[in-house]
């Protein structure tokens, strides 16, 4: 794994100021914000300057209970092409649910949502990144995330998991220690207990980032400053590895770019002062974490007596060496459905004001709820940037009361479609000039036939035929 030195998460809000920044070694992109044949001109740039970038995936759910979407996954490989990218990164996490596999509706979360950390959640876990691993033509890295909630029976700790995870299918890992920070918050998990162990080795880089404080919960919101606590926290792994890359997220609320270098100045101090007590302790340099690291160590996995085996098995052309154990462990059937049904309830919780499944956190589950159904709000608010023009001050209140009963079942352009025809068919919108504005909106981009099979897409035939006669 090469060393990517400091980077920043590249934004089209903040693309000029990125290429004027000094000191910038590589950048970071969203993956689904990224057309293989049309890639910004600003990238381009930063390419031609010699300056790497990382298509960072967020809707794969490798650790959903269903097998990866072969077409998310060549989407994402032929990103990595495009960008002529030396690895590139998910996340640990599941984004949907439901479906055939539970038989249950299929639920679209919107977000980044935790997996129990159980045997049969590791098992599934493990067959995705595998499966990922070999559709991939450069090697993967996967990334710990923020958690509001805490499943009950966990039987590891996010260290263990992480660690066996590796140590099964020699993935790479991204850690983020803005999440380690804000799983300490809201679940009382200890950061320095999760990097004593974690595979050091593995780490391909460190991703930091801000977000805020409220009535004693911690939103991951990539909006804010890069709170002390989270760089005491990269100085700490910093102390104990030295990462190949460390790279700035921003996805709100922009500042300008002088504060923006301020954080990744700060985000180098915090480095090297990690660097500097490593070697005032030890008396030498701290271990590398890149080329000279070959996956997993051999040494006894963290809360566990057996010792991790390892053979070193060979992978795609322009792939690096991966590591893997010698019997591979396939999920069956019964660990998909286990999870899946498990994962199916606490979504349909969140999203559609089900029962809360026994032994969660009500009052945490409703936070959740809430958060996610305001962060629906401002991304359909950004896909659909006229909808708030159109419904002025009443967008949110009126968008809000509509995602109680409509889950998001088709991504966030669908659910900006949805949201117009049951404004249209239920009268939500009184007559006059903004009903006539949505109208136009809505069938301008509508098309000639909604998706059928689905309650919001007749709420949609329905609206199309009472407008077209108006």
Not at 34 to 55: D, I, M
Not at 77 to 105: D, M
Not at 411 to 429: C, E, I, K, P, S
């Amino acid at each position: 794994m090469r060393r990517l030195g400091t980077g920043i998460g590249w934004r089209p809000e903040i693309a000029d100021a990125v290429e004027r920044m000094p000191g910038i070694d590589w950048v970071e992109t969203v993956a689904e914000n990224v057309c293989p044949g049309h890639l910004p001109e600003s990238l381009r740039r930063l390419r031609a300057r010699g300056v790497t970038v990382v298509p960072h995936g967020v809707s794969l759910g490798l650790g959903g209970a269903d097998r990866p979407d072969e077409g998310r996954l060549a989407a994402l490989a032929e990103r990595a092409e495009a960008l002529g990218s030396p690895l590139v990164t998910e996340h640990i996490a599941f984004v949907r649910a439901g479906g055939a596999l539970t038989a249950s509706p299929l639920l679209e979360a919107g977000h980044l949502l935790p997996v129990p950390r159980t045997r049969d959640a590791l098992d599934v876990l493990c067959e995705n990144v595998r499966i990922a691993q070999r559709a991939l033509p450069v090697p993967l890295a996967v990334e710990n995330i923020a958690a509001l909630i805490a499943w009950p029976g966990e039987e590891m700790t996010e260290g263990q998991f992480l660690y066996e995870l590796a140590d099964r299918t020699g993935v790479r890992l991204l850690i983020d220690v803005a999440n380690l920070h804000t799983n300490h918050v809201n679940r009382g998990e200890d950061p320095a207990e999760a990097l004593a162990e974690l595979p050091l080795e593995a780490i391909a880089y460190v991703h930091v980032a801000g977000g805020f404080e409220r009535d004693g919960v911690w939103h991951d919101s990539h909006a804010h400053p890069v709170p002390q606590p989270v760089l005491d926290i990269l100085a700490d792994l910093a102390a104990r590895v030295s990462p190949p890359g460390v790279l700035l997220e921003r996805d709100d609320d922009f500042p300008e770019p002088a504060v923006l270098e301020a954080e990744l100045t700060a985000i180098r101090a915090a480095v090297e002062k990690g660097g500097a007590e490593a070697t005032a302790t030890t008396g030498a340099a701290r271990p590398g974490s890149g080329a000279e690291a070959t996956a997993t160590t051999g040494a006894a996995r963290p809360g566990s007596g057996a010792e991790a085996t390892a053979t070193t098995t060979g992978g795609p052309p322009g792939k690096e060496t991966e590591t893997e154990t010698e019997t591979e462990t396939v999920a069956g059937p019964g660990a998909r459905q286990r999870v899946g049904l498990a994962q199916a309830a606490l979504l349909s919780t969140l999203v559609a004001g089900t029962p809360a499944p026994e032994g969660f956190d009500r009052v945490r589950l409703d936070v959740q709820a809430r958060a996610l159904a305001g962060k629906r709000a401002d991304v359909v608010g950004k896909v659909a940037p006229e909808l708030p023009v159109i419904l002025g001050d009443r967008y949110r209140a009126a968008f809000l009361a509509y995602a109680k009963g409509h889950p998001m079942t088709g991504g966030y352009r669908r659910d900006a479609l949805d949201f117009a025809a049951h404004l249209l068919a239920t009268g939500g919108v009184e007559a006059g000039p903004a009903r006539r504005e949505l109208r136009r909106w809505w069938l301008e981009r509508s098309g000639p036939a909604p998706r059928p099979g689905r309650p919001a897409a007749r709420i949609a035939r329905t609206a199309r035929r009472v407008l077209l006669r108006r």
